[in-house]
């Protein structure tokens, strides 16, 4: 039950975008419910009653939602390895990658791609501390994989 309550609580913090991925609209609407309630106790049995919910409906899923959502996650962190990788290869120079963010990314825009790479690129030339606009194009490239 404790698993199932620590999935509840991920998904009543998780964004509007990470909730559209699950398939149990009556999971959605209890945690959208969750979200406007204020006080502790009736907070705590609305996570309880999600909990519920997944364990009833969708228990193989739970590890899924945790893995997901937990930050400290390994698809998390494969997640952030792959966009410090393409942030790295596109400021080098490689052709390559932008190709492969294309393809992974069909609706990138390319031409803001484009345009941060060239701003980090002379951003990373001149030495300007902080790198402003490296860390731009990584949450750029961040967003492209939350669509």
Same mark, same amino acid.
């Given at each position: 039950? +404790?698993?199932? @309550?620590?999935? $509840? ?12 991925? +699950? ?18 106790? $009736? @907070? ?10 997944? @364990? ?56 803001? +791609? ?5 701003? $980090? ?13 490296? @860390? ?12």
């Amino acid at each position: 039950m +404790l698993e199932f @309550r620590h999935a $509840a609580e991920l998904l009543v913090n998780a964004s509007e975008h990470q909730l559209a991925s +699950l398939d149990n609209q009556e999971i959605v609407t209890a945690i959208r419910q969750c979200r406007k309630i204020t006080k502790g106790n $009736a @907070r705590k049995r609305q996570i309880q009653h999600i909990a519920r919910l997944i @364990r009833v409906k969708s228990p193989d899923t739970a590890e899924t939602y945790i893995g997901r959502l937990d930050n400290g996650s390994r698809y998390q962190q494969l997640q952030v390895r792959t966009l410090e990788r393409w942030r790295t290869q596109l400021t080098s120079g490689n052709p390559e990658v932008f190709k492969e963010i294309i393809e992974t990314c069909p609706d990138a825009d390319r031409q803001q +791609l484009r345009h941060l790479t060239r701003l $980090a690129i002379a951003e990373q030339a001149e030495m300007r501390s902080p790198p402003v606009h490296y @860390r731009k194009l990584f949450q750029y490239l961040q967003s492209l994989q939350r669509v």
